[in-house]
């Protein structure tokens, strides 16, 4: 046992360095000054060289201990250009509107799925899964299609009307009111409250862990989200912060990184424990 | 809510006062460092090109004043007075009778030479029957006939009797003028009537010889082929020939001298009877309007004078009161626009304002490109003055002009930067800088008419406080806005 359990602890360790040394590098390096970044990254590999032997020209001199360290990555981010806050911006309008339409929309929708009685509902939801486990790119092109004929392509409404429509939303809430308890729900519809009173008084207040778990899951992906806006939006002053990074300059990428990860690592602290605990709860019945 | 809860509510809100912060402020930093530029639009215009160069001012129009004849001076005019035309300026009063001596003596001297001619014409008569009794003489040895020399003989009398006139005329018309009461042109036909008729005469004179040398020449010819002729006679008749032809030549020569003296003669003595007549007194009058400038020094009443005398220059002021004065001007080579007739503006060295011009002619001097400028001024210069000649040129219009501070240029040519308005969402715009290239079309020392390969619809930078590259991003600070 004690084998096994060092065995896992080491596995884990292992797990958790590979996981973590990113992190540390894009944070360490993010203390760079731009020449060292660009002597430990700038490869210098040319058509003639590229087949030769190996040299220090073909490979990135990674290192986790900056040899001075300094703030002009941020300064020079954050003060040289004011393009960094607007993109940061923009991922905002992005992901809030989406977050906060996927649980509007999800809330009820589970609801529905789990308190009600109706025909066909199974099915419905079987598909609900089912477009669940479809990739995203399947179904961009429809979704083009659709905005363009709601005339909407151009704009944040193309990717944040479609995000809100999340059968995951769905299924997740669903899934943590499997666990509640219909006395609640009997004695207040006996009362005469609707369904709206239902779910807002007394069904919202008991699955809190799963909104959580949702705002953070949601947030996470959509703060990353590449493709919606590449496809759909044309002006480059709206483009997001995840497109954004792909053109930065190289000399503030770890800063810009770290930047970047900031609201979702915070959001993650804060509400890990519902995260968790949403989605233990959902897995329950 | 636990501790770590707190914490990372506290860093929380850290992260988004950060962010507020940046969000209103970052921007304003960022601003603040970035290169200020100047912007403006293209502009319709037309090109001023001006050349300046110095130069010395100098008289145009002058007319000398001489004397006519000999005598004692009296000045009526002094340096510098502005006289109309007929005005009296100078008298000349010559001694009565010295030109009564000097008349009688002409008087002789022709008399002379009148007798001279008349004794010269005699011999001549006499040497041409002896040429002619001659002729028949050779006509005996040879079939050779004489040639028709009498009708040359008339023409020749006829235009010596044309060139007697002819120099009455031109006496008669240059008197006038001396006097002033006449124009030198009319002395000047008289004179150029007189030269024609005198190269008619010596033309006349030329087929004469020209005839007789040919009938000499085939005379002796003839004489040769002749088998019955005696050589000796012949050659001795042929020697006489020539000899009494020879003599004959050195009279009429004799005579043309002769001629001369008497030409002479009486010219000397027309104007000297026209001295006598007018009381030995000679007044020169002005011939235009003008000022009296450059009287030699030592000039002055009371002075003897000689004929033909420089006694002053007359500076020509036309009836409004306006001179015309005269400068060369070297302008800078890339003044090539100047040319004749363009108008110019003068500005002479202690006089205030400027006054107009035109340039006459360009003229090439030493390989130089020199501008002849004359002035026309109410001013009364003495020459010499210095001053600033100018010269402008309006170009054609343009729809696109810029001051050069616009304009640079690289090893991959000429090109202006404009600058692209760029918003980036809440925090409002940026400004980026993009490159053009141009050409020039016309351009001076201020500003450029250019033309560009594609339309430029932004404005342009004309003024930066550092220097800009396509790709920066740059605040506006002056000039015109979008």
Not at chain 2, 214 to 219: A, N
Not at chain 2, 349 to 372: A, D, L
Not at chain 2, 424 to 450: C, H, S
């Amino acid at each position: 046992m004690r084998v096994n359990t060092a065995l896992s602890y080491i596995l884990l360790t292992v797990l958790a360095v590979l996981f973590l040394l990113p992190v540390c590098v894009i944070l360490t390096n993010s203390l760079m000054s731009g020449f060292e970044i660009s002597n430990r990254f700038g490869a210098f590999v040319t058509p003639e060289n590229f087949y030769s032997s190996v040299g220090a020209a073909h490979f990135a001199q990674i290192s986790l201990i900056p040899d001075s360290v300094t703030l002009t990555q941020y300064f020079d981010l954050l003060f040289g250009s004011a393009e960094y806050i607007g993109k940061f911006w923009n991922s905002v309008l992005l992901a809030a509107p989406i977050v906060a339409g996927q649980i509007v929309v999800s809330a009820p929708a589970a609801y529905a799925f789990e308190m009600s009685r109706f025909k066909f509902k199974e099915i419905i939801y079987f598909i609900y899964i089912v477009i669940m486990l479809v990739p995203l790119q399947v179904s961009l092109v429809p979704n083009y299609i659709m905005a363009q004929l709601l005339t909407i392509n151009g704009t944040r409404l193309a990717i944040i009307l479609p995000g809100m429509a999340s059968p995951f939303g769905v299924f997740l809430i669903r899934q943590h009111m499997k666990n509640l308890p219909r006395d609640y729900v009997e004695a207040a519809q006996i009362d005469g409250a609707g369904h709206l009173r239902v779910l807002i008084l007394i069904v919202t207040p008991l699955f809190k862990p799963a909104v959580a778990a949702l705002f953070m899951l949601s947030f996470i992906e959509n703060w990353n989200l590449v493709e919606q806006p590449v496809i759909f939006l044309r002006d480059i002053a709206m483009e997001p912060l995840s497109v954004y990074l792909s053109q930065i300059d190289g000399s503030l990428i770890f800063a810009a990184s770290c930047f970047y990860m900031l609201p979702a690592v915070l959001i993650f602290l804060y509400g890990q424990e519902y995260m968790v605990e949403g989605i233990q709860l959902s897995g329950i019945k | 809510m636990d501790a770590s809860k707190k914490i990372i509510v506290k860093i929380s809100g850290i992260f988004l006062g950060v962010l507020l912060f940046l969000t209103f402020f970052s921007n304003t930093v960022a601003t603040m460092n970035l290169p200020g530029v100047s912007l403006e639009f293209p502009k319709d215009g037309v090109i001023k090109q001006t050349a300046v160069a110095q130069t010395t001012v100098e008289y145009a129009e002058s007319i000398p004043v001489y004397t006519g004849q000999e005598g004692i001076l009296t000045m009526r005019v002094r340096e510098g007075d502005a006289v109309r035309q007929g005005d009296p300026l100078f008298t000349v009063t010559a001694d009565l009778k010295e030109l009564r001596e000097r008349s009688n003596a002409e008087t002789n001297k022709l008399d002379r030479a009148m007798v001279n001619i008349r004794r010269d014409e005699s011999e001549m008569v006499f040497l041409q029957n002896k040429l002619d009794t001659l002729v028949p003489d050779r006509q005996q040895v040879t079939d050779v006939d004489p040639p028709d020399i009498a009708a040359i003989d008339f023409e020749y009398a006829q235009i010596e009797a044309d060139i007697k006139n002819a120099e009455a005329d031109y006496a008669a018309l240059y008197a006038l003028y001396e006097a002033g009461a006449g124009p030198l042109s009319d002395a000047g036909e008289a004179a150029r009537e007189l030269e024609s008729l005198r190269l008619a005469l010596a033309r006349k004179e030329e087929e004469k010889e020209r005839l007789l040398d040919k009938y000499e020449g085939d005379l002796a010819k003839a004489i040769a082929d002749d088998v019955n002729a005696n050589d000796d006679k012949q050659r001795a008749f042929l020697e006489e020939l020539q000899n009494t032809r020879r003599e004959l030549e050195n009279f009429r020569f004799d005579m043309e001298l002769r001629h001369i003296d008497v030409r002479e003669a009486r010219q000397a003595l027309e104007i000297l009877n026209a001295q006598i007549a007018t009381g030995g007194i000679e007044n020169i009058y002005a011939q235009s309007g003008g000022i009296i400038r450059d009287i030699p020094a030592g000039t002055e009443s009371g002075t003897a004078v000689g004929k033909a005398q420089l006694l002053a220059r007359l500076r020509v002021v036309n009836e409004a009161g306006r001179q015309t004065y005269r400068m060369e001007a070297e302008f800078p080579e890339r003044a090539g626009f100047v040319q004749a007739g363009m108008p110019a503006r003068i500005k002479i060295n202690g006089y205030r304002g400027s006054q107009p011009g035109t340039v006459e002619r360009i003229i090439n001097r030493g390989g130089k490109r020199i501008s002849v400028i004359t002035m026309n001024t109410e001013l009364s210069l003495a020459g010499g003055e210095s001053a600033e000649a100018a010269v402008e040129k309006l170009s054609r219009a343009y729809d696109r002009v810029l001051p050069n501070s616009a304009f640079h240029s690289d090893d991959y040519g000429l090109y202006v930067h404009y600058v692209e308005r760029k918003q980036n969402g809440i925090l409002g715009y940026t400004y980026a800088v993009m490159r053009q290239p141009v050409y020039i079309l016309e351009q001076n020392d201020a500003e450029a008419a250019f033309g560009a390969y594609n339309d430029i619809d932004y404005p342009i930078i004309v003024n930066s406080d550092r220097p800009v590259e396509a790709g920066d991003r740059v605040k506006i600070v002056g000039g015109e806005d979008f």
